[in-house]
């Protein structure tokens, strides 16, 4: 038995050897092909041992087995001396050992600190190690270097220059949110990958031009428009107060059915992402704008400057925004508190009637779908209230994980917002009460300012003074209560910049109350659902030259994505062979992704190489095909998706090492 065991391995992989033994084929086909996908001689099985093994490297069944012995053979061959000698693109397209995707990562952590790798190459290695064996165990590093070499390219092309306080929101909602974007998915992916040591240099890198080439100075320059404010207002920006009545009431006027989500501290850069999110997902459309919150920046007032103001509503008692005459820091609507969602479902119902209301997210999500439905038929608007970010940030012992709670948010915005559509709501807002500053690394003395404020001090917070008759240094700015357009006459002082007031038992690297324009913009996310299907894969076609002969063992092809990938042309992932007319596959097979999202036609082209297998000989000067196929949703299923003949014409003397 064993000998014909050594004679098939012989006969197929060109397996040969005084002494056979499995553990000894073993050693050699990880051996032959690592050479194989160098380029590199002396190799000793053929190509059907590449085709054999890239197989059983990516079977789901037998993934332990391919597991357990690569990490011995690269012991054995001591893959990792060789690697370190190797150029970063030498190995770049090779998953056999997992130590390849350890030594892509160090080289790339390297390239992206010292810059020695445009960010564009970085992004396109990151992205092909995604159709690696182990890229699942090391996707957040690969995010986290992605994001970084986008930040810091970014970074260096950024015109902090401020003319007017109109073209700072401008410039933030069109361009800068996205540094305040990937810092939070970079620290992100950090976080999830446990890997500070790794990234300790980056990250401090990251860190600190965050911190000192962005933060501060665009805040800094804002704050110069700020200082010269005699009230809080910017030109052509919506102020929160105007929500209702700018986004709310057309909806009412026109018969119509709206439900808000408010998301406690969802800031503008998060409100983005949120957009492509929603905008990937069949039927649904979304359109993002933006206004400015009120100030100071904090949860009491940015909840009740969303409710109608009754100003805006005919045939009401007046009920005037103000802040409490108290140490509460509670806002007023009237004589109203607005603290918590049964005061303002009152002031709801007070202002609109009974078919106006307000719920909390997570008892929304209790309900079933019929108690769903029937709180929406019972309602002309619904106002839903949602906190996780600020939740997590606004507390000492967990404010270390308000990005990770940014991205459960958008879990739980979607899962609010499929809950809605099912329960026929056909109209959705989602807003906030004010956005926040984030800087994971601990704080210095300097980014703290002694709190010399003087007056009636009714309230003290990390960001903001409230009280009556305020006055202080001009490290502060401050605004009485006709200034933030409020009733009465309880003020607030706001540290200028990024600085924060000292407060025992609270944190200080997640902050909110002031004036910067993280804190101040906030989004407002238009979204309904269509009746069709708006959302289609993108097209793939084959690029391959001006021949259809395959004259040798390999086969390189380029598929080319014929658009871009966006929010509604969405990736397509496919397995990709040579097959036989009667359907057998004689080459290695490739499963990728194309998911591209260049403009430039160029960038969007995915070079592949196969390789023959013996049984492809059987076919010479016979018609071959290459087959795409797409994976069938819910399967383990393919479909064809397109495929192009070949002709095999190879001549015998191809076999021969001349």
């Known amino acids: 038995m064993n000998g014909f065991l050594w004679q098939q391995l012989e006969r197929h992989y060109g397996y040969r050897t005084e002494s056979p033994s499995i553990k000894d084929f073993a050693i050699e086909l990880f051996k032959s092909c690592y050479s194989m996908g160098l380029n590199k001689d002396p190799i000793k099985l053929n190509s059907d041992a590449l085709v054999f093994f890239k197989r059983w490297k990516d079977s789901r069944t037998h993934e332990a087995s391919f597991e357990a012995l690569s990490k011995e053979c690269s012991d054995l061959l001591n893959i990792e001396t060789d690697l370190t000698h190797r150029e970063l693109k030498e190995f ?5 050992f997992e130590l390849i995707d350890q030594h892509v990562i160090h080289k790339l952590v390297a390239a992206v600190e010292q810059r020695t790798i445009s960010q564009d190459q970085i992004a396109r290695w990151c992205r092909q190690r995604r159709q690696g064996h182990w890229y699942a165990k090391y996707r957040h590093l690969y995010s986290a270097v992605d994001v970084a070499s986008q930040f810091l390219a970014l970074l260096d092309t950024v015109q902090l220059s401020i003319a007017d306080s109109t073209q700072a929101v401008q410039g933030y909602t069109i361009h800068w949110y996205k540094l305040d974007q990937l810092y939070r998915q970079y620290i992100y992916a950090l976080k999830v990958s ?52 700018t986004w709310v009431r057309p909806f009412l006027d026109k018969d119509k059915k709206i439900v808000v989500i408010i998301s406690d501290a969802f800031r503008y850069e998060a409100g983005h992402e949120m957009v492509s999110r929603i905008r990937q997902e069949d039927r649904y459309q979304a359109k993002l704008e933006h206004a400015l919150s009120s100030l100071p920046s904090y949860t009491q007032l940015g909840m009740a400057s969303l409710l109608p103001q009754s100003a805006d509503v005919k045939g009401v008692e007046d009920m005037p ?46 309900k079933i779908t019929n108690e769903s439905r029937e709180l929406l038929k019972a309602h002309d608007v619904l106002y839903v209230y949602h906190n996780r970010i600020d939740h997590t940030g606004d507390k000492m012992q967990s404010e270390g994980e308000a990005f990770e709670a940014v991205e459960q948010t958008f879990d739980d915005l ?11 709501a056909n109209n959705i807002l989602i807003t906030a ?12 003395e300097s980014d703290f300012l002694a709190n010399d404020v003087k007056g009636d001090v009714l309230y003290n917070d990390r960001r903001f003074v409230l009280g009556k008759g305020l006055n202080s240094s001009d490290a502060f700015k401050s605004f009485n209560a006709e200034q ?8 607030a002082v706001i540290p200028k910049g990024i600085q ?29 659902k269509t009746r069709q299907s708006d959302t289609a894969a993108v097209e793939v076609d084959v690029l391959r030259g001006g021949t259809n002969l395959i004259t040798s063992g390999q086969l390189s092809v380029t598929l080319y994505q014929t658009e871009a990938v966006t929010d509604k042309v969405q990736p397509r992932k496919l397995r990709v062979g040579l097959y036989t007319d009667a359907g057998k596959l004689i080459s290695d097979s490739h499963e990728v992704l194309l998911d591209l999202s260049s403009d430039n036609s160029r960038d969007r082209e995915m070079k592949l190489r196969f390789v023959l297998a013996q049984n492809a000989d059987k076919a010479n000067n016979q018609k071959v095909f290459l087959k795409l196929e797409e994976p069938v949703s819910g399967s383990n299923q393919y479909k064809d998706y397109k495929q192009l003949p070949y002709t095999i014409r ?6 021969f090492d001349l």
């Not at 979607?414 to 026929?424: F, G, Q, T, V």
């Open 92 to 96: 770049i397209e090779l998953d056999y």
């Open 194 to 245: 446990a890997q500070n040591t790794l990234l300790v240099q980056l990250t401090e890198q990251i860190e600190n031009l965050y911190t000192n080439r962005y933060v501060l100075p665009l805040n800094n320059a804002w704050q110069h428009h700020v200082d010269a404010m005699q009230n809080w207002h910017v030109p052509d920006v919506k102020s929160q107060t105007q929500f209702f009545k």
């Open 321 to 366: 925004l103000q802040l409490a005459d108290n140490k509460s820091g509670t806002a007023l609507m009237g004589e109203q508190s607005t603290s918590g969602t049964d005061n303002r479902n009152k002031i709801l119902k007070t202002l609109l009637g009974d078919r106006a209301g307000a719920i909390q997210a997570k008892l929304l999500m209790d």
């Open 414 to 424: 979607m899962k609010l917002i499929k809950k809605l559509a099912n329960a026929n």
């Open 433 to 444: 009460d004010h956005g926040f500053i984030y800087q994971n690394k601990s704080l210095e």
């Open 484 to 491: 933030l357009k409020l009733a009465g006459d309880v003020g």
């Open 500 to 528: 924060r007031l000292r407060l025992s038992g609270s944190g200080s690297r997640f902050v909110h109350g002031g004036a910067t324009l993280q804190e101040t913009i906030i989004p407002v996310i238009s979204i309904n």
């Open 650 to 655: 190879r001549s015998f003397t191809s076999d």
